[in-house]
C-alpha cells in the first residue's frame, strides 16, 4: 500500500469515565471508498469528530497525507482537503440550496470583508467562479431545479444529497460521510451510491460511518469495524461478515 | 420574469424614496421633522451593525449602546478639551472603539445565547458608569458642552439643515456597505454560523474570528453614530448611552426586521417617533412599553415588522399582477 491519505497511530478519546475511542491505529488508502461500522456506541462518529478536529484527541497522532493534524483547528483542516457530512444533516435552514453550496466554497475563495464591502474587482471575480463551481456540484447531486429554495423545504433524502454537494464544494480529496443512508427509502440509497461511486471517480477518498449493511457490501472496497472504541476486525466486505468478533459484536455473544 | 419585475419596481422605489429623503429638509417641505431626521439617521447606524450582528450572524448584543457612547466621549473630549481636530478625532475614535470591540471580542464570543446576551448587558452598564464616574475628563453626569461643528474646508455644519445631509450621507453609506457585506462571501459566512455552527466549522469558516469582526464592524458603526451625535448636539452626556438606549437599539433592529438592511432605517425611524410622541406620556413605565412591543413583535412578526408589511404589499402587488394578466 502506498502512502495511506489518513492515517491515525493509537487514537484514543476519554469523555470523564468513558473511553469513546480506545487506541485506534488506521490506515486509509487513497482513491478507495472505506466503510467504518459497528454496532451504537462503537466510537465512529467520535472518530469522525477527532479526524475533522471538533475536538482534540486524548491520546495518538492522525496524520493527514502524511501531516501530522495536532493543533490544526478545525476550520483549517477543511482547506487542507478533509470535508465531513453529519448524521442530522445540519443545513444552513437560513439560506437557499444554491447558497448553501456556495457556503462550501469558502475555503476556496479569500475576498474578505474589504473587498466585499467596497464591491472591489477581485470580489466580483470570486463570487462569479463560486456560482459557477456551486452550479456544478448542485448538478451533481441532481438539485437544480432547486436553486432557489430554501434548503429545509427539501425531502430528507435531497437534503442528504445537497450536504454532500456542500462538503464537495469544498473541493476536498476526503470525504467523511456520517450516515449518509440513513432516513433514505431504497431509491433515494441507490442515487446515494451511485453519487458516492462518481465522488470517488472525481478523485476523492470516501470514508463512510454508516449502519445499512447492503449499502456498505455493495459500494466499500475495505470495510473496518469498531466495537465499544476498538478495531475489531478490517477487510473487504467479505472476509469482514465471516469474521468470529465482528458476528460476535452484531449478535451478542454467548453467555458461558 | 418575477426577478426582473421586481428588480425595476426596487429600483423605481429606491429612486423616489432617495428624492424624498433629499427634499425632507426643505422648509417648504418637512423641514420641520429635521432634527428628527437627523436622530433617526444616526440611530439608524447603529441599528445596522446589530442587524448584522444579530439578525444575520445570530449574536445578541444588549450593551450596544457603550459603542455608541465610546466614540461620542471620544470625539467630544478629543476635540473639545485637546482641540483635536473633530475629523481626526471622529477616526480616533473609531479605530479606539474598533480595538476595544476587539480585545474584548475573543473572550466574550466564547459565550453563547443568554449568556453573551448577560455578558454585553454587563458590558453596557460598565461603561456608562465609566462615562460618570471619569468626571476629570467626561464631566460626570452633568455632561459637556462647547463641542466645536464638524467642518470641511471653511463650510461649517452649523444648521440642522447642513448636518441633515451630512448624517444621512453616512447612514447611507453605512447601509450601502452593509448591504454588499451581506450579499457576499462574507455575508454568507455570517449566515451559516447563524444557520449552524457546527456546519460552518465543517466548511472552513473560523466562526470566532467572523463573530469578532462583525462585532467590531458593528461598533465602529455606533462610534461614527456616537461622533455625528455629539457634533450635532454640541453637548455629551451619559444619559443617551444608558441601559434603555441599549434596548432601544434592539427594539430598532426587532421593528426593522433582525435580517434587513433597509429595515433598519423604518425600525429606527418607528421607535425613534413612538419615542419622542408617545413615549414620554408613559413617563418611566416606557421601558415596560418597549419591552411589550418587543415580546409582541418577536411572537407575532418574528421576521419583523418591516420585513413583514414588505411581504404583504408584495402579495398584493402580485395578486394585482395576476388579475391584470387574466383575459
Redo the contacts between chains.
Keep these: 500500500m502506498s502512502q495511506p491519505i489518513l492515517e491515525t497511530k493509537s487514537v484514543s478519546k476519554v469523555f470523564g469515565g468513558l473511553v469513546a475511542v480506545d487506541k485506534v491505529d488506521l490506515k486509509i488508502e487513497a482513491g478507495k471508498i472505506t466503510a467504518i461500522i459497528g454496532p451504537n456506541g462503537a466510537g465512529k462518529t467520535t472518530l469522525f469528530n477527532l479526524i475533522?478536529g471538533?475536538y482534540p484527541a486524548s491520546d495518538g497522532e492522525i496524520f493527514f497525507q502524511g501531516k501530522p493534524l495536532k493543533n490544526i483547528?478545525?476550520?483549517?483542516r477543511?482547506?487542507l482537503g478533509i470535508?465531513?457530512?453529519?448524521q442530522n444533516v445540519?443545513?444552513?435552514?437560513?439560506?437557499t440550496v444554491l447558497?448553501n453550496i456556495?457556503?462550501?466554497?469558502?475555503?476556496r475563495?479569500h475576498?474578505?470583508?474589504l473587498?466585499?464591502?467596497?464591491?472591489l474587482p477581485r470580489?466580483h471575480r470570486?463570487?462569479e467562479t463560486?456560482y459557477l463551481n456551486a452550479m456544478k456540484y448542485l448538478n451533481m447531486v441532481g438539485l437544480g431545479a432547486y436553486a432557489e429554495q430554501n434548503a429545509l423545504s427539501l425531502p430528507l433524502g435531497q437534503q442528504k444529497l445537497l450536504a454532500i454537494a456542500?462538503?464537495m464544494?469544498?473541493e476536498p480529496q476526503l470525504l467523511l460521510l456520517d450516515e449518509p443512508g440513513a432516513g433514505l427509502n431504497l431509491l433515494e440509497k441507490r442515487e446515494l451510491s451511485d453519487l458516492i461511486h462518481r465522488i470517488r471517480e472525481m478523485g476523492t477518498t470516501v470514508v463512510l460511518v454508516e449502519h445499512d449493511m447492503p449499502l456498505v457490501m455493495g459500494i466499500a472496497e475495505w470495510v473496518i469495524v469498531l466495537d465499544s472504541g476498538q478495531k475489531i476486525a478490517e477487510g473487504t466486505a467479505a472476509q469482514v461478515q465471516k469474521d468470529e468478533r465482528v458476528i460476535s459484536a452484531y449478535l451478542g455473544e454467548e453467555v458461558e | 420574469m418575477l426577478a426582473r419585475i421586481k428588480s425595476k419596481w426596487t429600483y423605481l422605489v429606491s429612486a423616489a424614496l432617495l428624492v424624498f429623503l433629499i427634499l425632507i429638509p426643505f422648509d417648504w417641505f418637512l423641514g420641520h421633522y429635521t432634527t428628527l431626521m437627523i436622530f433617526i439617521g444616526i440611530s439608524t447606524m447603529v441599528t445596522v451593525g446589530l442587524c448584522l450582528l444579530m439578525g444575520y450572524t445570530g449574536q445578541v448584543s444588549l450593551g450596544q449602546a457603550a459603542f455608541y457612547g465610546i466614540g461620542a466621549y471620544f470625539s467630544a473630549v478629543l476635540s473639545k478639551t485637546y482641540g483635536v481636530n473633530p475629523w481626526l478625532a471622529m477616526l480616533i475614535a473609531a479605530a479606539a472603539t474598533g480595538a476595544f470591540a476587539y480585545v474584548i471580542g475573543y473572550p466574550i464570543f466564547r459565550l453563547r445565547g443568554n449568556y453573551l446576551a448577560m455578558a454585553t448587558l454587563g458590558l453596557g452598564l460598565i461603561i456608562w458608569i465609566l462615562f460618570r464616574q471619569l468626571s476629570q475628563f467626561t464631566g460626570g453626569p452633568d455632561g459637556m458642552a462647547g463641542i466645536p461643528f464638524l467642518s470641511v474646508g471653511g463650510f461649517v455644519f452649523d444648521t440642522s439643515f447642513k448636518r441633515y445631509f451630512l448624517v444621512w450621507f453616512f447612514c447611507l453609506a453605512i447601509l450601502f456597505i452593509s448591504q454588499n457585506i451581506v450579499r457576499s462571501r462574507t455575508g454568507r459566512a455570517l449566515r451559516a454560523i447563524h444557520g449552524s455552527e457546527a456546519a460552518a466549522e465543517s466548511v472552513g469558516i473560523d466562526v470566532t474570528r467572523f463573530k469578532v469582526k462583525i462585532f467590531v464592524l458593528s461598533a465602529v458603526y455606533a462610534s461614527l453614530a456616537g461622533s455625528l451625535l455629539v457634533h450635532h448636539l454640541r453637548f455629551v452626556s451619559p444619559q443617551p448611552f444608558d441601559f434603555l438606549a441599549s434596548i432601544k437599539f434592539v427594539v430598532m433592529a426587532v421593528i426593522g426586521g433582525l435580517a434587513s438592511i433597509w429595515g433598519a432605517i423604518f425600525g429606527a425611524g418607528a421607535t425613534r417617533i413612538l419615542s419622542d410622541e408617545l413615549m414620554f406620556r408613559f413617563g418611566e413605565w416606557d421601558v415596560v412599553i418597549y419591552g411589550l412591543i418587543l415580546m409582541l413583535v418577536m411572537i407575532f412578526m418574528p421576521e419583523g415588522l418591516f420585513v413583514r408589511l414588505r411581504q404583504l404589499l408584495e402579495r398584493w402587488r402580485l395578486r394585482h399582477t395576476w388579475r391584470e394578466a387574466e383575459p
Design positions: 475533522t471538533v483547528p478545525a476550520h483549517k477543511v482547506a470535508a465531513r457530512t453529519f445540519l443545513l444552513f435552514g437560513n439560506m447558497e456556495m457556503t462550501g466554497q469558502h475555503p475563495s475576498y474578505g470583508f473587498g466585499a464591502a467596497l464591491r470580489a470570486e463570487e463560486i456542500r462538503a464544494a469544498t
